[in-house]
């Protein structure tokens, strides 16, 4: 690997989420202390701009334009960063060319990707190269799949020293969930549906849990219908991310060595309350969802959401909306003997993007101070690349609360 001069490069700093990223940079690492990062996107005139309007001081950070179809570009970009923070999706459109980038120069790599088709094709065809190279690659670096992944690695290690196991069963219940999305959001769903017309394998691999893990364990639960939670308490309805965050559990799950057994279960979904009115509330999600999930298979709708109902890249939620936002998801975790623990996992800020500025940034960060010997080359999840140091870092940096709650 050659001499980096950054310890950060934000690929994408002039879209919507790359923006916020180099706000939070800047705001809380400056632009002359102990990390050393730059801005890169296509457009030099655009990154200028947007550097004096976030405030940055002249000239400062430095910048890198790269376009995601330049291969040249892309390898220059990788062979000066020692980490790529990239928010340029949908992946399965560009994100390919500068992850094969930092594979080629053994450099580290983090996303946002919530495109399980797009990640599966990736491990397949780039996990070998990143061993041999070096290259740390960690998807899923933001609310998709950071509280999740984190939440039920804690209750773990929770587990394994309260009781001297794992816990067989846990359930991840969303609480609380208060934010807007944005046309990155949108566009990579809308590529996904796209890919899933093409390829009907692509909804197959929707469908699966163990879609990321390089084996199939036992039988899971659905997700896809009301459920109640005696010991939560409270009625549950489908959960929209439990598709990308199911995957990226099991697969921390087999990375580790099977840490929470090979015979371990994992749902995720959303609370809408207790009594006869969280139960309708749980029946009407559920119809909705299903709803959703008839029309956006049908083409015209497709179309339509094209033209009109969804934002477009490089908007969402208002600054008010994003410091206004928050997020807490509850974790019930069952050992084989019957013991039960339950622990949470909170964010100050909107979960899409307000709070994902600041994991996938502050990720980055842990991956850099990440010893080799410990996470060597490959296709990571957060927690199994990080561990309990990107716990520490989140609690301190991002503001995120993982706590037992007895």
């Not at 992944?149 to 804690?154: A, T």
């Not at 029946?283 to 083409?299: D, E, G, V």
């Not at 500025?357 to 990720?363: G, N, P, Q, W, Y």
């Amino acid at each position: 690997m050659s001499a980096q001069e950054f310890d950060v490069v934000v690929y994408g700093a002039t879209g919507f989420t790359g923006r916020l990223v180099a706000e939070y940079l800047l705001k809380t690492y400056g632009t002359s202390g102990d990390v050393r990062w730059a801005m890169a996107g296509r457009d030099r005139k655009k990154l200028n701009q947007m550097s004096i309007e976030i405030g940055a001081p002249m000239g400062q950070p430095p910048f890198i334009e790269a376009n995601a179809g330049d291969a040249g570009a892309l390898d220059a970009l990788a062979h000066r960063a020692r980490v790529v923070i990239t928010t340029v999706g949908p992946y399965q459109r560009y994100g390919e060319g500068l992850l094969a980038a930092c594979v080629r120069a053994g450099t580290d790599y983090v996303d946002l990707c919530g495109e399980p088709n797009w990640m599966a094709a990736m491990i397949a065809k780039y996990d070998k190269a990143a061993k041999e190279s070096g290259a740390r690659i960690v998807f899923s670096c933001g609310f998709d799949s950071i509280p999740f992944d984190g939440g039920v690695f804690y209750l773990q290690q929770e587990a394994k020293q309260r009781f001297g196991q794992p816990a067989r069963d846990v359930r991840a219940r969303v609480r609380r969930m208060k934010g807007g999305f944005s046309g990155g959001t949108a566009a990579s769903l809308l590529a996904t549906l796209e890919a899933a017309r093409r390829d009907p394998k692509v909804t197959q691999l929707m469908a699966d849990p163990f879609a990321l893990a390089p084996e199939r364990g036992a039988p899971q639960p659905s997700g896809d219908g009301v459920v109640y939670d005696a010991d939560a308490p409270g009625w549950a309805a489908p959960f929209v991310m439990a598709a990308i965050n199911t995957k990226n559990v099991h697969r921390t799950n087999a990375l580790r060595g099977y840490p929470y057994g090979r015979d371990f279960t994992y749902s995720e979904m959303m609370f809408t309350g207790d009594g006869p009115k969280g139960q309708a509330r749980a029946r009407a999600a559920l119809r909705q969802s299903r709803l959703q999930n008839s029309l956006l298979a049908f083409a015209p709708t497709r179309a339509l959401l094209k033209r009109f109902a969804l934002p477009k890249p490089g908007e969402g939620p208002t600054k008010e909306q994003r410091e206004s936002g928050e997020y807490d998801v509850l974790f019930v975790g069952k050992t084989a003997n019957g013991e039960s623990l339950r622990a949470s996992v909170s964010g100050d800020m909107d979960p899409g993007y307000g709070s994902t500025s600041k994991m996938i940034s502050e990720a980055a960060l842990c991956l850099n101070d990440t010893p080799r010997e410990q996470t060597p080359g490959g296709i990571w999840t957060p927690f199994a690349a990080m561990g309990d140091a990107l716990i520490d870092r989140l609690q301190m940096r991002a503001g995120l609360t993982f706590r037992l709650e007895i």
